[in-house]
């Protein structure tokens, strides 16, 4: 009796190994998609997501360590659903804040991401800083024309050419981003 309690509890635990010609479970225990910092314990990190109009908030927070650090999102999505454009309102490291400007991976590198704001002759030209399989990244300083941009809550046309000679053109809004904003003010 004692032998078959012991083979049960490794059938059940996972401690048995399927012979030749079994089949393995096709299903798996589907990871967090919060991906806890090395440093952190699991269950003492923990990441809000909060919708407002056009935007995300999204805040993680090192809960030992009360520690917090967020973000706003917004993402432009083509007919079929793949990411045209995002955009993200977040600080640096000693507090300066940046909008992450994100394109599709089939942005030409060398070629910068125009944001042309509603009410404003010129465009702002944002460098690319790297291109990997699923993005590319340019970083935009939030300086006195963004703040008053924001505070408008503007509308402005996002635009950058592509590895195949084509140029993809977005519409990306401000409004909403400063009601974001508030919770972490």
């Known amino acids: 009796m004692k032998g078959l309690v012991a083979l049960t509890c490794l059938a059940l635990c996972g401690g048995l190994v399927p012979a030749a010609g079994q089949v393995t479970s096709p299903y798996r225990i589907k990871p967090s998609d919060v991906v ?17 109009q056009n935007w ?14 967020c973000n706003v999102s917004q993402i432009i999505e083509d007919a079929s659903g793949k990411m045209a454009f995002s955009w993200s309102l977040a600080a640096t490291q000693d507090g300066k804040p940046y909008m992450i400007l994100r394109t599709a991976p089939n942005a030409k590198s060398d070629s910068p991401v125009s944001v042309k704001f509603d009410g404003r002759d010129k465009a702002i030209d944002v460098p690319l800083n790297g291109c990997n399989d699923t993005v590319c990244v ?13 505070t408008q809550n503007a509308t402005s046309a996002i635009s950058y050419a592509t590895v195949d000679g084509k140029t993809i ?6 409004k909403g981003l400063s009601d974001a904003l508030s919770p972490v003010k």
């Open 138 to 150: 340019g970083m935009l300083p939030v300086g006195p024309v963004v703040r008053q941009k924001i």
């Open 169 to 174: 053109t977005v519409t990306a809004t401000l």
């Open 36 to 52: 806890v910092p090395p440093d952190v314990k699991l269950g003492e990190y923990q990441r809000t997501i909060r919708p407002f």
């Open 56 to 69: 995300t908030l999204i805040c993680d927070e090192n809960l030992k360590a009360r520690k917090k650090v």
